[in-house]
């Protein structure tokens, strides 16, 4: 009697598990249809993003499009007023290497990239889902040339000379026309300085968006003659455009004996010496010693005229 009870109870519990185990079969399949049958019906959208984007010459534009449900569907990038495409995807099919797509999967972001963006490219751009309607959303490309183009300057200010032992500062501003560089790098014999990294080595850069200028400042708290040399300030602007500002400096010992020595810029050694001029005592001596040589020769002719009366 036992033993059959056991036996009801585990044909019990697999009946319920095999019910359980079927729901849950069901209920799987179910999503798995709906969501095909959804992402076949739910039709690709754009994301709300700029339609009108400008950049200056030399920049990397980004031309931005957001599609959400894009299912198997491509995103296509062609100019308007060009038959051929541009990309699919994220293949390029032309030839010039500016043209490119970022993916970025997150945002559902197909944007088209265009490096070192000149005039010529400014234009209607389309971003085309590849669907049976074709769907398409305009974006418009203005590229500029910057006022100003070459009134781009880099400068250096510091002192020259600086005695071993004592702090050097150097400062350096870069300005552009419209907007200023996004960093700068100092170097020394051709080998670049960094903050803290270098033997008591500060640099501090700060914007100044008012005037379009960065500023870098280089700090060495206890110079020695190691830090002579050609100091070179380095910035890059938004167009790749170079610029660069040299200034040399010398770092001298002084000794007691009041000459001053020290590694000129060069790798020379320098010295000069302070010319003592005569004290104004030696020069009142030498006059009484003369006026002391002369007496007897004043004294002869004095006779001498006496007797000629």
């Known amino acids: 009697m036992t033993r059959m009870k056991c036996r009801f109870n585990d044909v019990g519990l697999w009946i319920i598990w095999r019910s359980f185990y079927d729901a849950l079969l069901i209920q799987l399949l179910f999503c798995c249809v709906w969501s095909v049958t959804s992402m076949a019906t739910i039709k690709p959208v754009f994301n709300k993003t700029p339609v009108n984007v400008t950049f200056y010459r030399g920049e990397t534009a980004t031309l931005p499009c957001s599609v959400s449900n894009l299912g198997s569907s491509s995103v296509v990038w062609k100019r308007i007023d060009e038959p051929h495409v541009l990309t699919v995807g994220e293949f390029a099919f032309v030839s010039d290497p500016k043209f490119s797509v970022k993916y970025i999967p997150f945002r559902d972001e197909w944007n088209l990239i265009i490096d070192h963006v000149e005039p010529k490219h400014s234009g209607r751009y389309e971003c085309q889902i590849s669907t049976k309607d074709d769907i398409v959303r305009y974006v418009d490309l203005n590229v500029i040339n910057e006022p100003g183009h070459d009134s781009k300057h880099v400068n250096i200010d510091g002192p020259h000379l600086v005695e071993k032992g004592h702090p050097i500062r150097l400062t350096c501003n870069a300005s552009g026309n419209s907007r200023s560089p996004t960093d700068i790098n100092w170097y020394i014999g051709g080998k670049r300085l ?30 020695d003659t190691e830090d002579s040399g050609t100091y070179v300030c380095q910035t890059t602007f938004y167009n790749d455009i170079l610029k660069v500002a040299k200034h040399n400096l010398s770092v001298i010992i002084a000794d007691s004996n009041q000459t001053k020595r020290g590694t000129m810029a060069d790798g020379s050694v320098n010295s000069v010496k302070d010319n003592k001029r005569p004290s104004s005592r030696n020069t009142g001596n030498t006059s009484k010693r003369l006026e002391i040589a002369f007496l007897p020769y004043l004294f002869t002719i004095l006779v001498a005229w006496c007797f000629t009366q």
Do not use: A, C, Q
């Open 194 to 223: 960094y903050d803290g990294l270098n033997h008591n080595v500060r640099i501090i850069t700060y914007p100044r968006s008012d005037v379009n200028t960065l500023y870098s400042e280089l700090r060495i708290t206890k110079s």
